[in-house]
């Protein structure tokens, strides 16, 4: 019998929790020992661990972030704070760890992997900015929340006939302002992957306002350059010539709490799944993911190794579209 330990780390979620009763159900229906780390490495570190069955994870399937606590923690960068993660599971005879989050929290597990423990990351984050994975847990329902706001923004522009700028999240990445411009129908999309003029911006706006156009929306990811304040101090010195009044919207962490939706539920139903079952083949190190539809394994060499990257033919076609 084996006893599996499941963390999560970095950034919460939704679709976590989903993710967190699929490992613990998984496992307990191959009749191992489950256990779930409180607070992240932090909790890994000071041996907060607890022994997890069915009915522990019952009732979360639909809620957001996380039950077992979430925590950055920089006491894990250093290999003294890994060793004491690796002594906490040892003490408690746990014999592999599943690891739900993003980019940070899977070069941990990676750095982790490469102490010998054995260890399996599931493909969590928002950003959806994790190589390995064409989708990650969350993204769906954090870009539903974004595109939410986009329509209501729309609502309100017309009346007014202004434009609105929505930061979205996306540290490095614009996949959810990409995507939920399209879906959104923008008038501009600004990411960090591709260089923006806000000239450019400026000028989209005001063909829009000479066009007839009702309201006019700019989708921004807060990584790029020019993000919302950027952007607004520039329009302040250009107001004249854009035609719209112009008001800014920070989505900020509002796109982080929703009740995961169907898709994020299934997609995480299925990576504990996948984790488990990696887990019982004896695959360690590595990154349990989605991608052309079905369930993965990347190594964490080169999870860690890669940059995600976004995708140009979407850039294109938002741009035929706005
Ligand atoms: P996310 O997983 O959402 O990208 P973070 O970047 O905040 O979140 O990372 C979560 C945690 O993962 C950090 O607080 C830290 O404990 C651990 N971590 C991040 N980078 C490293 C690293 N280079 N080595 C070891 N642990 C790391």
Redesign the pocket.
């Known amino acids: 019998m084996k006893r599996v330990a499941v963390l999560t780390?970095?950034?919460d979620a939704p679709g976590m929790n989903a993710a967190i009763r699929s490992v613990i159900r998984c496992g307990v229906a191959k009749g191992w020992g489950m256990f779930g780390v409180k607070q992240?490495?932090a909790g890994l570190i000071s041996g907060n661990i607890v022994e997890m069955g069915t009915r522990d994870v019952g009732g979360i399937l639909q809620k957001g972030g996380t039950i077992l606590g979430s925590a950055?923690?920089a006491e894990?960068?250093t290999e003294e704070g890994r060793l004491k993660g690796i002594r906490a599971l040892r003490q408690l005879g746990i014999d592999a760890l599943v690891v739900i989050?993003?980019?940070?929290?899977q070069?941990?597990s990676y750095?982790l992997h490469k102490l010998d423990y054995p260890i399996v990351g599931i493909a969590s984050?928002i950003d959806n900015d994790l190589y390995g994975s064409e989708m990650t847990i969350g993204v769906d329902t954090a870009l539903n929340i974004a595109l939410e706001a986009i329509d209501r923004l729309k609502v309100t522009a017309s009346s007014h006939q202004r434009a609105f700028l929505l930061e979205v999240m996306g540290r490095n990445c614009g996949y959810i302002a990409l995507m939920a411009g399209i879906a959104g129908g923008a008038e501009y999309i600004v990411i960090p992957e591709v260089e923006s003029d806000p000239e450019e911006v400026a000028e989209t706006l005001h063909l829009a306002y000479e066009h007839g156009k009702e309201h006019a929306i700019i989708v921004v990811a807060e990584g790029a350059k020019y993000n919302a304040n950027a952007l607004i101090e520039f329009f302040e010195k250009h107001r004249d010539r854009l035609g719209f009044k112009i008001r800014a919207t920070i989505l900020g962490h509002v796109q982080r709490g929703g009740e995961p939706g169907a898709f994020d539920r299934i997609l995480a139903s299925r990576l504990g799944n996948g984790a488990i079952e990696a887990v019982d083949r004896g695959e360690f190190g590595v990154l349990v993911g989605l991608n052309k539809g079905k369930i993965t394994t990347t190594p964490l060499e080169e999870v860690v190794a890669n940059k995600k990257e976004i995708s140009m033919e979407m850039v294109e076609l938002a741009r035929k579209l706005d």
Not at 101 to 105: A, E, K, R, Y
Request: proline share 0%; net charge positive.
């Open positions: 780390s970095g950034g992240g490495y950055r923690c894990f960068k989050g993003g980019n940070g929290s070069t941990g750095h984050t």
